[in-house]
């Protein structure tokens, strides 16, 4: 399946935010039925959708798919806007309703939602809080972001000083805070099998703006406290984490970007319907590793799914 022919953007016309203009844009696949069931796919933080072989898979195992490209991320980023920016991750949740609303008039058939990573915390909060969350069938979390990969102090210590800088400024930011290790482990440049754009997916990552940090530690705290996720929710991670700070083969079969005994712990508290997929040597996004071992994550998925 090829991203350029087998897909169909749409441009998503949100409500205008603090920064001005804003959009969204839906992929769909040029395969889909529009009578069956659906899978929503949302992408992670300095990411956007760039996995055809993903929505192959679904489309052979008879589900519609379709991705969005969030706010101020990949298609839908304005010359205007300060990349992957938010205040609260709640201001997904327009496009995510809006998408769910238009395939649903059409389908009239269970809806999934398929998130990576950040992708995966914004769902999880969406399947708790969102205007359409009725209308969700399932979740599935490929490396949920649930908690950020520190210890206890250091992300009390960040949060202290995140909290008091951007205090003065809405923008108030620092460089990065990423590795380019995870991009040279996927990019077909580098050691990895994969082509993507590296101006919306880049190497060391945009500047990390200390209110989205504090947007996401809101939303942390919101699920480890008041979630109450009532559909079935699979949870795909690796066997393994580990940081790196220069590449090394260790980069190929570890999450280097989340610790997975987080993913465990409060994945657990999402709801009451959780089940748990580990693979073995998987990266962060599991959908990424070695064709062998996204062999196995895919078999376990639709095992569940069925």
Known sequence: ?????????????????????????????????????????????IDYFFHPHVAQKFIENDFDFYAL???KYGRSWLPHQRENYCKSITEYFEEITM?????YQKNKAPIYLLGHST??????????????????????LNAP??????SKFQKKANLIACNALSFFSDYAYIKN????????SIHQNFEGEWNFNLRWKYMKGFPTYLKWVLAINEAHEKLKNHSNITVP?????????????????????????LDVEDIKQRGAKLGNQITFLEIKDAIHDVFLSKKEVRKKAFEGMFEWLK
Request: a neutral charge; one cysteine or more.
């Open 145 to 150: 972001f649930l908690d950020f990969y520190d």
């Open 69 to 71: 490209d969030l706010r």
């Open 119 to 140: 992708g995966g915390l914004i769902a999880s909060n969406y399947a708790n809080f969102g205007k359409q969350k009725n209308k969700i069938t399932g979740l599935i």
């Open 177 to 184: 805070i990423l590795s380019p290790v995870y991009v040279e």
């Open 233 to 257: 929710v699979l949870i795909i991670h690796s066997s393994s984490s580990t940081k790196l700070s220069k590449f090394s083969e260790k980069a190929m079969k570890n999450d280097i970007v």
């Open 1 to 45: 399946m090829d991203l350029e022919k087998d897909f169909t953007p749409q441009t998503l016309n949100l409500k205008d935010d603090y920064e001005g203009k804003v959009i969204a844009t839906l992929l769909s696949c040029n395969q889909n039925t529009e009578n069956r069931k659906s899978i929503i796919y949302i992408h992670g933080y």
């Open 99 to 103: 998408v769910i609303h238009q395939i």
